[in-house]
């Protein structure tokens, strides 16, 4: 088994460590001093279940023992892939407890995703929920297990309810005793903690390992720079396991605040509003076209009257994708709030407008990096810097920032410059006050409301086709979802009857891959040539065909 690791050069590491912001403090300490400071304080609410940060250390720790029990060992990874319930941070603690390695996958992860995920991370066993949004994810990773001789182990929570062991009739995890925490292995701050799998530009998504050290750090600085304390109230709207919600400053920077995390069934706007009323929300945060339809729902309901309560809520924060000025200008008036405009990226760096900023920097920018130390670059395509003000690819280093993905020697040499800069794939444009807006991405990703979907990964899936000769995915601009995604289909001369879309459509289902990622729009064509000037590169193809497909 390959260990995983993530290394800065030594003296980097060393003025990180010199400047406070990594202090040696691991997940699992962060669960165990807030428990002992305030076991009886809430941490997280979903519907007519609490848990205090007492319930959750005692029961992520019987976990951990039960985990350990069933011959799991410490650096052995575990796939994660749950909803929005407290099992997920029970069975994230547990892992941390245990010294295990979590791989964040996304509830809308399929075979296809989970394979490759459970192969490139060599995976021993898979926490799932019985059924999420009505699909029987047990069933799902149970047919895994059968196929990939690593993947040992089967857990499913029984939300609501314990965890129970597999179809072998393993541990039931919760019935395990409660382990000391010296039978509990200690893991190194600057060991990773997890892995959060990339959004990927290219072919499938890559793994990011992320240290304690620094992952701990951004929830620190997130609280302080989202203004987090203990009496916050988090509302987790979009998916848990994505770093936004996660750790900008997320569920993990609310526990990190000792503030409570308020987990959301459902991210429609009305639910939510009323939830926020109910709750005392004081923070949450939306991906774009999700903030869009809180705003109109709220304008419908405070015109009937039925607006709910919301002066509790005091940050709206929307990232994920670029958020329009129009749009961004809405939020106070409608919601009584605060906007904040967060742009990160799971590799690391993180961009929040700070929520004193002038309301122009809120609403036209998409912040400025967390970080005194994030290094910022913006170059021309020959890695110059540009001219300050113009804009160029975003490039960035800093004190968590990620140096090297999990085992992809190809893709570390063109994500990441000689000496140690992420190529991050964003255009942007850099103002004085330091203060970055996005203009755009240089790499073929199509970001269909918040979700990263990389146009080669869809094209080799429609290329498997028999009838398909070539395909290419392009992103086009979509009212609702920001993006949407379009796929280009040349059918093979030979082939007799030439799929349609439909077909094709039915095709991509059977791929078993997120729903997410299967194309809006599949469009049949003769020619992929779109200049008469013979072969032209797959980049230009795409820039041409998303030009055309806009158009229309
Ligand atoms: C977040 O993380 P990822 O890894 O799903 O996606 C990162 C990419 C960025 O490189 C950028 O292309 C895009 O998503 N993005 C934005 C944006 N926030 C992210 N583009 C324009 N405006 C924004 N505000 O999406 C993520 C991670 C942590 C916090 C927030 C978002």
Same mark, same amino acid.
């Given at each position: 088994m390959q260990p995983i690791t993530q290394t800065w050069p030594a003296d980097l590491a060393a003025r990180y460590r010199a400047l406070g912001y990594w202090r040696g403090e691991t997940f699992a300490d962060l669960l165990r001093t807030r428990a002992a400071a305030h076991p009886a304080r809430i941490a997280i609410t979903a519907g007519a279940r609490s848990w205090s940060y007492g319930d959750l250390l005692i029961r992520s720790e019987r976990l951990a023992a039960g985990l350990l029990a069933r011959g799991l060992r410490p650096g052995d990874r575990v796939l994660v892939q749950m909803g929005n319930v407290p099992e997920f941070f029970q069975t994230s603690f547990a892992l941390f407890l245990a010294g295990m390695i979590p791989v964040f996958t996304l509830p809308a992860h399929r075979r296809t995703e989970l394979e490759h995920l459970a192969a490139r991370s060599e995976a021993a066993a898979i926490v799932t929920e019985a059924r999420i949004a009505g699909f029987d994810h047990a069933a799902q990773a149970h047919a895994l297990a059968a196929d990939l001789p690593a993947l040992r182990h089967v857990i499913v929570a029984e939300t609501g309810a314990a965890l129970t062991g597999d179809a072998s009739g393993l541990t039931h995890a919760e019935h395990a005793p409660s382990a000391p925490p010296s039978a509990l292995p200690a893991s190194r701050p600057a060991s990773v903690a997890?892995?959060? %799998?990339?959004? +990927?530009s290219t072919g499938l998504s890559k793994l990011i390992p992320r240290t304690h050290d620094d992952y701990i750090y951004t929830l620190r600085e997130s609280a302080r720079i989202c203004g987090l304390d203990a009496q916050a109230v988090y509302l987790a709207v979009l998916p848990v396991a994505h770093n936004f919600t996660m750790s900008s400053p997320g569920c993990f920077g609310a526990l990190y605040a000792g503030g409570r995390v308020v987990l959301a069934p459902t991210p429609a706007p009305e639910p939510c509003l009323r939830l926020i009323a109910q709750e005392g929300v004081t923070i949450a945060a939306l991906v774009p076209p999700l903030a869009l339809k809180w705003l109109d729902t709220a304008e419908r309901l405070r015109e009937a009257g039925r607006l709910p309560d919301l002066s509790c809520l005091r940050v709206v924060q929307v990232g994920g994708a670029k958020f329009l000025p129009a749009s961004a200008r809405r939020v106070t008036p409608v919601l009584g709030c605060t906007l904040q405009q967060v742009f990160g990226m799971a590799e690391g760096l993180v961009n929040y407008t700070r929520l004193d900023d002038a309301p122009d920097l809120i609403t036209e920018t998409q912040g400025r990096p967390i970080s005194p130390d994030d290094e910022i670059r913006v170059v021309d395509d020959a890695d110059r810097p540009v001219a300050p003000g113009t804009p160029g690819h975003l490039l960035t280093r800093g004190?968590?920032?990620?140096?090297?993905?999990?085992?992809?020697?190809?893709?570390?040499?063109?994500?990441?410059t000689a000496d140690g800069f992420y190529r991050t794939g964003d255009? #942007? =444009?850099?103002?004085?006050?330091?203060?970055? #807006? #996005? =203009? +755009?991405r240089a790499t073929d990703h199509i970001n269909r409301a918040g979700e990263k979907i990389s146009a080669e990964e869809i094209e080799?899936?429609?290329i498997a086709h028999p009838a398909v000769l070539d395909a290419v995915v392009v992103s086009v601009p979509d009212p609702h979802l920001g993006e949407r995604s379009c796929a280009f289909v040349l059918p093979r001369p030979e082939a007799e009857t030439p799929p349609d879309a439909p077909a094709l459509r039915r095709f991509m289902r059977g791929r078993d891959i997120a729903a997410f990622k %299967?194309?809006?729009? %599949?469009r049949v064509v003769t020619t992929l040539d779109t200049t008469a000037v013979g072969k032209i590169s797959r980049r230009d193809l795409r820039a041409a065909l998303a030009r055309d497909a806009a158009l229309v």
């Open positions: 997890f892995l959060q %799998i990339s959004g +990927g004190p968590y920032t990620i140096r090297a993905y999990h085992a992809e020697p190809a893709a570390n040499a063109r994500s990441f255009i #942007v =444009q850099e103002l004085p006050s330091g203060h970055l #807006v #996005v =203009q +755009g080799n899936h429609l %299967i194309p809006d729009e %599949i």
